[in-house]
């Protein structure tokens, strides 16, 4: 597909979304948070990726948040940035997301990156939340898996005070999982990922799929259990006797339970 503010790339298992907006600071608009919306949903109907990378254009920033220019000027949904559905997306996608972040990971970019499901960095990248320094705040997604991470104080501190945070620091305090050196980001977030590209596919949906279960309520659940677990028991010698007993009209062999 041709996207006009991502691109996206397939390099054997690992499949790369890099947000494409780097003179304005790979900042998200309505047409991008779409966009990955949309790309990931391709994705997520294909087998030949197993583990995706999202990355920013150019050497500076990650993203450093959205813009609602071109946007209705409403307080009703039109006038939103659909920034929740590019987190749904990447969180309800049954593969793992690895953010690579290759410069500045502010507002609604770092809480990008904490969503997807791993990150690396590199040695400068700079992690910031600044909300309340422009009276604005993100209470969801941005402040509990924060606080996941970091622990309640500290996310606190974090939302409260906005300080600027390290590649070093982010390591230390949990909020990312690998720092590799400026010029090699690129060779580190590919060897990254191809390594988990060689666990079980099944396998790294499940697991996901539990963590997300957590806060996803009916939903989380569900998904658990008709995506994944179903999908288990439907291959089950249980399950095939019982649908051959319906089709055949007679009792099933009581013997065929429980394998």
Same mark, same amino acid.
């Given at each position: 597909?041709?996207y006009?503010?991502? @691109? ?9 979304i890099?947000?494409?907006? /780097?003179?304005? =600071? ?6 991008? !948070?779409?966009?990955? *919306?949309? !790309? ?9 990726? *197993? ?11 990650? !993203?450093?948040?959205? *813009?609602?220019?071109?946007?209705? %000027? ?15 997306? @990447? ?7 690895i953010?690579?972040?290759?410069? $500045? ?10 969503? !997807?499901?791993?990150? @690396? ?9 600044? =909300?309340?320094?422009?009276?604005? $705040? ?11 991470s970091? =622990?309640?104080?500290?996310? %606190?501190?974090?939302? $409260?005070n906005? /300080?600027?945070?390290? #590649? ?7 909020? @990312? ?19 988990? #590209?060689?666990? =079980?596919?099944? &396998?790294? &949906?499940?697991?996901?799929a ?20 179903l ?7 249980? +399950?095939?006797?019982? +649908? #051959? +007993?319906?089709?055949?009209?007679? %009792?099933?062999? /009581? +013997? %065929?339970?429980?394998?």
């Amino acid at each position: 597909m041709a996207y006009e503010t991502i @691109i996206y790339q397939e390099d054997g298992p690992i499949g790369t979304i890099t947000l494409n907006r /780097p003179d304005d =600071g790979n900042m998200f608009n309505v047409t991008m !948070c779409h966009e990955v *919306r949309d !790309c990931i949903e391709s994705i997520r109907r294909e087998t030949r990726t *197993r583990v995706v990378v999202l990355t920013g254009a150019g050497d500076k920033f990650f !993203c450093i948040g959205g *813009r609602k220019d071109g946007m209705e %000027k409403t307080i009703l949904y039109a006038g939103t940035l659909p920034t929740l559905e590019m987190y749904e997306a @990447i969180e309800k996608l049954q593969k793992p997301v690895i953010a690579s972040v290759n410069g $500045f990971a502010v507002g609604g970019g770092n809480v990008l990156q904490m969503v !997807c499901d791993m990150t @690396i960095a590199k040695e400068s990248a700079i992690f910031r939340q600044v =909300g309340p320094m422009m009276g604005s $705040f993100d209470a969801g997604y941005g402040t509990w898996y924060l606080e996941d991470s970091v =622990g309640k104080k500290k996310a %606190k501190e974090i939302w $409260f005070n906005n /300080p600027k945070i390290s #590649a070093r620091e982010a390591l230390a305090l949990g909020m @990312i999982n690998r720092v590799a050196p400026d010029d090699k980001l690129k060779e580190e977030t590919r060897a990254f990922a191809l390594e988990t #590209a060689d666990r =079980g596919p099944f &396998a790294l &949906a499940s697991v996901k799929a539990a963590f997300n279960a957590r806060y996803g309520g009916v939903s989380g659940l569900a998904r658990m259990a008709h995506d994944l677990l179903l999908r288990s028991y439907l291959e089950s010698e249980e +399950s095939h006797e019982m +649908s #051959a +007993s319906f089709a055949q009209k007679r %009792k099933p062999d /009581p +013997s %065929k339970f429980g394998r």
